[in-house]
Structures are given as structure tokens and as C-alpha cells.
């Protein structure tokens, strides 16, 4: 019999159709996969000679678990540099991606049964590492009028004496939402008056189209001190294989993430490490290219969506998504988004991720990580599709 938490862990809901994409892939079907999670985009040149270099050089050997002191002080300036944020070399916690980051604060932080605050649309892996802690996931509507930023007022209705964390991801995956600086200093002021650490996934940061991005950390020293800022490489700098995540973390919860890091993944890779170093210091004219061919064809996207009878679709500040409402197009065939899903894709032949993964049914999510073709032939099909 296995353990009651990994029977509480949901199946992937994207599994099932990565396998039918595939399948049909080998029937010789062109389909297009707007499913993806990761920049289409080669890391940066000037990376990876820093990488091929370190190889060469023989580096290979273990580091501090919770990374080389070189990457913890690049990642310390740019915390200073870009958010505001003063995080000292040890409080600075480098893993094998954010994910393990997460997990880490959870187990850090929540006992069995307390309870984490999480925004919905959610990115799909909180409810689960969650519940692998032992925690209950409280969701709570991130509402689409409100172009999906969650509210003080809203997070305020779910707090119980047992609430413990409160997870905030922007922008945010699956919708691209940015919470309002406003907003965050009401989110801050309610977390303190009830004593709620806040998580706050900040890995797109950088991929914001419009404003600039304000870190919730940075509001004061009172919130600095019960927030977790995530953060990592694999959006920015297209390194998501390279599996460098990173978080600045109050000293004596930094000491307790990293100790159960040392002990579940040890050090992540030390190659990647030294090429993260170049990532962070070195030239970011890269990365602004990205960004602008990202918001190109957020726009292009979103604009040829708006042309299609009974799409409404949220304008992302940010990330790589789009996540339109296609709940005008449910009939008795098509019911909720895993239904949409499939027909989209045996019928339209476009891979989407149905909403039911991020905790809405209503709609889908489309990446936009993806060729300006690739775009423009998924717009044609889903033209086709409801038309
Ligand atoms: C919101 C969000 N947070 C964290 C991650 C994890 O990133 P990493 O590759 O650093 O583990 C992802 C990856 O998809 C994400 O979308």
C-alpha cells in the first residue's frame, strides 16, 4: 500500500494528451503544440561558451549544497539591481530549479494540515507539492473581470487560523496576470496582520511586456521578512534543462531550505552553476530580444483571437501564455476544457492545455513560446475549428 500523500497526488492532466499528441503525431497528423511550458528560444551564445568552458576545464566536483558562493553573490547583485531587494550571500538559496525550492518551503514551513493560500488559475504543480507536505491547498478566484490579479480582499475571505502561506505567482502561469503595486501593499499589510509567510514565484519577472515589475519583498522590511522570493533561469535565459532555480530567503528559513536541500538533491549542477554566473553578470541584450519577440507575438496572437466569434481573451502583462475563455463555444459535446481540449486537438489538430489543470474549466492555455508561423497556423485552424 502506498502513503496516504503520494495517493493525494493528481495524475499529470497534460500526460494524457502529450500521449494522444503523440499518437497522432505518428499517424503522420501535423500537429502544432501550443502546449509547451518552456522558451523556444537556443540559450544564449555567451553562456554557453561559459559552459563549454567549465566542462573543458574539468569542473566537476561537488559545491555548497545551496550553490557556489560566486552565483550567490551575481544573484545577490541582481536581486539589488533589478527588484530592490538586499539578500545577503546566505540568504540566498540556489537548487536544481525552482522546484525544489518550492517544495522545500512548504516542508519548512507547514505541519500537517495547515493550510496554503493559492490564487486560482494556479500553476499546476503548488496543489500538489502541497499536499505531498501534507498541507491543504485553499484556492481562491483570481477573477477574469479583474483580468485575473488576485485581491487582498479576496485572499482576506480565505484566511482561517490555520492558514500558514500564501503562494503568489507573478506574472502568472497560465494568464499572464500582474497584481497591481497597490494591491500588493494591501496583500502585504493582511499577511502581516495575520502572521501568513508569502511565496512569491516571481521566475517570469523578466518576460513583462508593459510595466515594470515590483518584487512584494521589497515593500518594507516587515514583508521582506516573511517572504520567499523564487526566481530562476529557465524562463529568462532559456535554460529551463539546465535546471538552475534560486530564492532569497529570511537567514534562519534560508538555513532550514537549504539543509533539506543538502539532504534531497545536494548541489545543483556545478557546470550550470558557473554558466548561471554568465547569465546573471554578462550581457542581457539577448534576453531583450526575447522579450520583444515574445510581446510581438502576444499581440499578433491576441489580435488574431479577437477575431474569432465567441473568443474572449485576457490581455497577459506578462509570460508566455495566453488563456482564452471558450466557454461560449460549450454545447452538449463539448462540456468543460479537458472536452474542449481533445476535440482541439483530433479535430483541430492544435495541442492545448485544457483549464481544468490550472483550476478553471472554462478555459485553455495557449503558449505563444512558439514561431510566428506556428501562430498564424494555429490562428487559421481555430478559425476553421469555430467557425
Ligand atoms: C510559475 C512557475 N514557477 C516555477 C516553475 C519551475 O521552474 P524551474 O524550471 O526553475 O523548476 C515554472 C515552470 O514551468 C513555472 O511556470
Given at each position: ?18 500521449q ?65 531587494l ?6 540566498i ?94 496583500i ?25 515589475y515590483?518584487s ?8 521582506w ?13 532559456a ?7 534560486y ?46 519577440i ?12 479577437s ?24 454545447d452538449?459535446?463539448?462540456?468543460n ?23 478553471t474549466?472554462e ?10 508561423e506556428k ?12 467557425g
Amino acid at each position: 500500500m502506498l502513503s496516504e500523500r503520494i495517493q493525494k497526488m493528481t495524475p499529470s492532466a497534460t500526460l494524457s494528451l502529450n500521449q494522444k499528441a503523440g499518437e497522432l503525431t505518428k499517424q503522420g497528423i501535423d500537429i502544432i503544440n501550443m502546449a509547451v511550458g518552456q522558451p523556444d528560444f537556443q540559450v544564449p551564445e555567451n553562456i554557453r561558451l561559459v559552459a563549454e568552458k567549465a566542462a573543458r576545464e574539468g569542473h566537476g566536483k561537488y559545491t555548497p549544497a545551496t550553490g557556489k558562493i560566486e552565483l550567490r553573490q551575481a544573484i545577490s547583485g541582481k536581486f539589488k539591481r533589478e527588484n530592490n531587494l538586499k539578500y545577503d550571500v546566505n540568504e540566498i538559496v540556489v537548487a536544481s530549479g525552482a522546484k525544489p525550492i518550492l517544495f522545500a518551503t512548504v516542508l519548512a514551513l507547514c505541519n500537517p494540515g495547515d493550510e496554503v493560500i493559492v490564487p486560482a488559475p494556479y500553476w499546476v504543480t503548488y496543489p500538489d507539492d502541497i499536499r505531498l507536505c501534507g498541507a491543504n491547498p485553499v484556492f481562491v478566484e483570481a477573477r477574469e473581470e479583474n483580468k485575473f490579479a488576485i485581491t487582498a480582499d479576496a485572499i482576506a475571505e480565505k484566511i482561517t487560523d490555520k492558514t500558514r502561506l500564501l503562494i503568489l505567482n507573478d506574472p502568472s502561469n497560465p494568464t499572464g496576470a500582474i497584481i497591481p503595486k497597490e494591491e500588493k501593499e494591501k496583500i502585504a499589510e493582511l499577511c502581516l496582520k495575520h502572521n501568513i509567510w508569502i511565496l512569491s514565484d516571481e521566475i517570469y519577472e523578466r518576460l513583462v511586456f508593459e510595466e515594470e515589475y515590483f518584487s512584494i519583498a521589497s515593500l518594507g522590511e516587515d514583508i521582506w521578512n516573511k517572504t520567499i522570493t523564487l526566481n530562476g533561469l529557465s524562463k529568462t535565459y532559456a535554460m529551463p534543462g539546465w535546471r538552475i532555480g534560486y530564492a532569497g530567503i529570511p537567514l534562519e528559513l534560508a538555513k532550514k531550505i537549504g539543509g533539506a536541500l543538502s539532504h534531497i538533491t545536494g548541489n545543483p549542477n556545478t557546470i550550470a552553476q558557473i554558466a548561471g554566473i554568465e547569465a546573471l553578470n554578462g550581457s542581457q541584450d539577448e534576453v531583450g530580444k526575447m522579450i520583444q519577440i515574445y510581446k510581438k507575438r502576444r499581440d499578433m496572437f491576441l489580435d488574431g483571437l479577437s477575431k474569432i466569434e465567441g473568443i474572449k481573451c485576457v490581455k497577459p502583462g506578462g509570460a508566455f501564455y495566453l488563456y482564452p475563455n471558450l466557454s461560449s463555444h460549450y454545447d452538449s459535446n463539448i462540456t468543460n476544457s479537458t472536452q474542449m481540449a481533445e476535440k482541439l486537438l483530433v479535430e483541430a489538430h492544435i495541442a492545448a492545455v485544457p483549464g481544468a489543470a490550472f483550476g478553471t474549466d472554462e478555459h485553455v492555455r495557449l503558449s505563444f513560446a512558439t514561431s510566428e508561423e506556428k501562430i498564424n497556423e494555429c490562428l487559421i485552424r481555430l478559425e476553421k475549428f469555430f467557425g
